[in-house]
């Protein structure tokens, strides 16, 4: 009954909100006829003057509309930017100008400039902008009834079987590869086109279970990561940027690989063994596999994050509920012993705390994020570890102190008591996922791309601030 009222009244707020933005641009473009129709062009000759704007306060993408006087009502003629930021301009009549505020427009200043001579005016008021960060939905659909359909296409009409791991490409930041399913296929996010792509299919590479995907410090060469329970299987192949990553060779063969991970460098590759618990080194050089040590005995899956410093790498250890923590040895070229650095093995949960005070459900792929705020504090590590937890249902991050806390999902609890769920909004109070294993950062546009597996969606959070 809940979700069936919840249901309805979105659609009527969106309904509202639809009418709304129809009669709002009804006026503005009632006003802006009216302007044309008298004329009003720019006069260099004359002072440009801004005398009021509304609303005064926003977040990113607000519909802001600037009062004044000799604006002219050639758009391709007005610049506007708010707290230092180019805002978009949709249109003006001379005497009102409408435009969108931009993300992190944190100043609030807003300053008008119009024609070649850059003539230019600036708001003696300031705009009050109101950070939002929210989850939301990228591309993925599944019915009312639970079906969903796994194509290729834009954004807003492609879909998932279930998004896994993810990485950018570090020469295109546009590109994003994501493992779908089980290890189905590898497909591609394309951010110049807004389209969902299948680049690889499961069979092309006779993989069994893909895991995970991994660039070379050249970039030139994406790894592709197995798990099949067979001695001897193909365990790492590479495809490379010269064959449009679309021909796979293979490289390693070993029994029920989760990882393929680069030392960020010197290069070196790290895989394992599911079935032995071992952690293997590749040195490309001699092409030869060093055996290290294994790690928590058998039937053990792991997957390994480096730092990028290189100093040390985290080990998400799903089945064990585990992060740990082993240093890297520069000296010999090799990691260290790993230790347990939060969670407590063997017992899944949702608690957010210190070392084995925390509880983890099932902790899949992490990324690093600079946090701006150590680097101030003058921190030697600078750097939190967001973490995908699928069985807690949520998006966490550990601390260098050891510390982990709950950044999104598990919200809506006036919904149900659910912690899993399909809800976009704000990160803790509405928001939920349904089993997320893919996280991946973009770091110059600050977004975190999010592989929802249960949902089949890309979700993401735009940070604002």
């Known amino acids: 009954m809940f979700r069936t009222m919840n249901k309805i009244l979105k659609k009527k707020w969106k309904f509202i909100c639809l009418m709304l933005s129809f009669l709002s641009m009804l006026c503005f473009s009632s006003c802006k006829d009216n302007a044309e129709n008298n004329e009003s062009n720019f ?17 990113a993408k607000t519909r802001l509309y600037i009062y004044g006087k000799n604006f002219g009502n050639d758009v391709s003629q007005i610049s506007v930017k708010i707290g230092g930021l180019p805002a978009k301009v949709i249109g003006s009549n001379g005497e009102i100008i409408y435009c969108l505020v931009p993300k992190r427009a944190v100043e609030g200043t807003i300053e008008v400039t119009i024609g070649e001579d850059s003539k230019s005016v600036t708001a003696s008021e300031i705009f009050n902008y109101q950070s939002k960060t929210v989850v939301a939905t990228l591309a993925g659909y599944i019915s009312p009834t639970g079906t969903k359909e796994v194509k ?27 493992i779908d399913g ?35 410090r050249s970039a030139d060469t994406m790894l592709i990561a197995n798990e099949k329970d067979a001695d001897g299987a193909i ?19 070993y029994r029920r690989n989760n990882t393929c991970t680069i030392h960020p460098m010197n290069g070196e590759l790290y895989y394992n063994s599911r079935t032995t618990g071992e952690i293997v080194r590749y040195d490309w050089e001699t092409q030869t596999s060093q055996l290290l040590y294994t790690l928590k005995n058998r ?22 509920k585990l992060i740990v ?8 070229k090799t990691l260290k012993v790993a230790n347990n650095f939060v969670g407590s093995e063997g017992v899944e949960g949702w608690r957010d705390g210190q070392g084995t005070n925390a509880l983890l459900g099932n902790p899949m792929q992490g990324c690093f994020v600079k946090n701006e705020r150590y ?14 937890d699928q069985n807690a249902h949520c998006i966490r991050y550990l601390t260098p102190e050891g510390f982990v806390y709950t950044y999104a999902g598990r919200g809506s609890t006036g919904v149900n008591s659910d912690a899993y769920g399909y809800i976009d909004g704000d990160l803790l109070k509405e928001a ?22 249960n949902n089949s969606r890309i979700r993401t959070i735009e940070i604002d601030e």
């Open 375 to 388: 680097e101030k504090e003058g921190k030697s590590d600078i750097y939190d570890f967001y973490f995908a």
């Open 235 to 253: 365990a790492v192949s590479l495809v490379t940027r010269e064959n449009g990553f679309k021909k796979p060779q293979h490289l390693i063969y």
């Open 43 to 59: 006069d260099p000759s004359k002072p440009i003057e801004i005398t009021d704007f509304t609303p005064k306060s926003g977040s």
């Open 299 to 320: 039937d053990c899956q792991y997957f390994i994050f480096f730092h990028p410093s290189g100093n040390y790498a985290y080990m998400t250890v799903p089945n064990k």
């Open 182 to 216: 089980m290890g189905l296929s590898i497909r591609l996010l394309d951010f110049e086109t807004n389209t969902v792509s299948t680049i690889l299919q499961r069979g092309q590479g006779n993989w069994e279970n893909i895991r995970q995907l991994q660039f070379t």
């Open 325 to 332: 923590k082993a240093e890297y040895d520069w000296e010999n």
């Open 432 to 453: 939920r996922f349904n089993q997320p294993v893919g996280i991946a950062f973009d770091e110059e546009n600050k977004i975190f791309y999010i592989g929802d597996a």
């Open 152 to 178: 290729d296409g834009p954004f807003e009409d492609c879909g998932f079987e279930g998004p896994r791991n993810l990485v950018i490409d570090p020469k295109n930041k546009k590109h994003i590869y994501m």
